[in-house]
């Protein structure tokens, strides 16, 4: 499934209608059986241009608690793409800001067009990062990248957004969406209880060790190892063919 931004006016930026309609939207998916995987993109020009600045600032001296009170529920709504049992892919096709880089750090991969511009300027703004982009980003590019994109809150796109670990590739903006969708379609013709249990294998840093690892494997190995989809995965192999998964 590919789910886009839609409000190019504002470069997508997430206001409080698009928030309440992505928590609907992600609260579906995730009891959607049928989803293999989620491609996340903008429409327009922009990826998302982050939170709504509309009112950040609107409320000088405002209490701290009334002000978290509202972060937390929008951080919470936003990022729960991550709860999602399928990989998740954000097609870049614009600038990502703030917010709006959070979210595609949220995602499993990101591809973007070779023009397309990420950055997280909180510190430019007089604002702490928020949206989680403290555990986001150095989760992503590893800490000493993290700390200079965000104590400097400069952009970064291209070739050295690619070698920073910011997106896993880039393509010229008019081949991103068929390449996205390309990769997309070869994430969902693999197992897919083969392909969620490898998901939760690698969620966040991954396992907390070598023991750790070697255990989830010898637990979730011989899971798909009793399902149908083994036996379809070795016929198709004998038979050179492609394998049709049911996930059973």
Same mark, same amino acid.
């Given at each position: 499934?590919?789910?886009?931004?839609?409000?190019?006016?504002?470069?997508?930026?997430?206001?409080? /209608?698009?928030?309440?309609?992505?928590?609907?939207?992600? $609260?579906?998916?995730? *009891?959607?059986?049928?989803?293999?995987?989620?491609?996340? #993109?903008?429409?327009?020009?922009?990826?998302?241009?982050?939170?709504? =600045?509309?009112?950040?600032?609107?409320?000088?001296? %405002?209490?701290?608690?009334?002000?978290?009170?509202?972060?937390?529920? &929008?951080?919470? #709504?936003?990022?729960?793409?991550?709860?999602? *049992?399928?990989?998740?892919?954000?097609?870049?096709?614009?600038?990502?800001?703030?917010?709006?880089?959070?979210?595609?750090?949220?995602?499993?991969?990101?591809?973007? $067009?070779?023009?397309?511009?990420?950055?997280?300027?909180?510190?430019?703004?007089?604002?702490?990062?928020?949206?989680?982009? /403290?555990?986001?980003?150095?989760?992503?590019?590893?800490?000493?990248?993290?700390?200079?994109?965000?104590? #400097?809150?400069?952009?970064?796109?291209?070739?050295?957004?690619?070698?920073?670990?910011?997106?896993?590739?880039?393509?010229?903006?008019?081949? =991103?969406?068929?390449?996205?969708?390309?990769? $997309?379609?070869?994430?969902?013709?693999?197992?897919?209880?083969?392909?969620?249990?490898?998901?939760?294998?690698?969620?966040?840093?991954?396992?907390? *060790? &070598?023991? %750790? %690892?070697?255990?989830?494997?010898?637990?979730?190995?011989?899971? #798909?190892? %009793?399902?149908?989809?083994?036996?379809?995965?070795?016929? $198709?192999?004998?038979?050179?063919?492609?394998?049709?998964?049911?996930?059973?």
């Amino acid at each position: 499934m590919t789910v886009r931004l839609d409000d190019p006016e504002r470069r997508n930026a997430m206001t409080a /209608t698009m928030t309440e309609s992505w928590g609907r939207l992600m $609260a579906e998916l995730a *009891s959607d059986r049928d989803l293999r995987a989620l491609v996340v #993109t903008g429409a327009g020009s922009a990826f998302s241009s982050g939170g709504d =600045l509309g009112w950040i600032g609107a409320e000088p001296g %405002a209490p701290v608690d009334r002000l978290r009170a509202r972060m937390l529920p &929008f951080y919470r #709504t936003w990022l729960s793409v991550r709860e999602l *049992s399928v990989p998740t892919i954000a097609a870049v096709n614009g600038p990502a800001v703030g917010a709006g880089a959070c979210l595609a750090l949220a995602c499993d991969l990101r591809y973007a $067009a070779d023009t397309a511009k990420f950055a997280v300027p909180f510190t430019r703004l007089g604002i702490h990062p928020g949206m989680a982009a /403290t555990w986001l980003l150095p989760e992503v590019v590893g800490m000493a990248n993290a700390r200079e994109l965000l104590y #400097t809150g400069r952009a970064v796109s291209g070739a050295e957004a690619v070698a920073l670990g910011v997106y896993n590739r880039v393509f010229p903006a008019t081949d =991103l969406h068929s390449e996205v969708a390309r990769i $997309a379609g070869e994430i969902a013709e693999t197992a897919p209880i083969a392909v969620k249990l490898t998901k939760e294998a690698l969620v966040g840093a991954g396992h907390e *060790s &070598f023991e %750790a %690892a070697l255990r989830w494997e010898a637990l979730a190995q011989p899971i #798909t190892m %009793a399902t149908e989809d083994l036996q379809e995965g070795l016929a $198709a192999q004998r038979e050179k063919r492609s394998p049709r998964f049911t996930g059973r």
